[in-house]
């Protein structure tokens, strides 16, 4: 694909909001960014294989126990495991299939 910058006036009806989107997806992107490094930092010098590692973010996030989860604690190893495979589809250069199954998956298990 040429790279060649697209003329046209980013606030006219019928562009504007898809600039916002794009910002939108931008924004998104750098924020899932920040906040895997967060986490990262979170748990410390752990691998982050097991669910004590998460004892950090399950206090923070206030998880609870489900159906699927023993312990507050694996849910929340279960929510970042979630939320950094999204982030690495999205930041990938790699060949990616099914993204929106990815982000729609991530976003019904997060209740978005």
């Known amino acids: ?3 060649t910058l697209f ?3 980013r606030n006219s ?3 504007r909001p898809k600039v916002r989107a794009l910002d939108m997806l931008q ?10 490094a967060i986490e990262l930092m979170r748990r410390g010098d752990t691998d982050g294989s097991d669910p004590t590692h ?12 489900s159906a ?5 604690n694996e849910a929340a190893k279960a929510c970042f495991e979630q939320l950094d495979d999204l982030w690495f589809k999205l930041t990938t250069n790699a060949s990616i ?3 929106s199954a990815a982000i729609s998956n991530t976003c019904a298990k997060l209740g978005v």
């Open 1 to 3: 694909m040429a790279n």
């Open 13 to 15: 009806d019928a562009m």
């Open 54 to 65: 998460y004892a950090a973010l399950a206090s923070a996030g206030a998880f609870t126990l």
């Open 97 to 99: 299939s099914d993204m």
């Open 27 to 36: 924004e998104a992107v750098a924020l899932l960014t920040t906040e895997r």
């Open 68 to 72: 699927n989860y023993a312990t507050a």
């Open 7 to 9: 003329k046209f006036d």
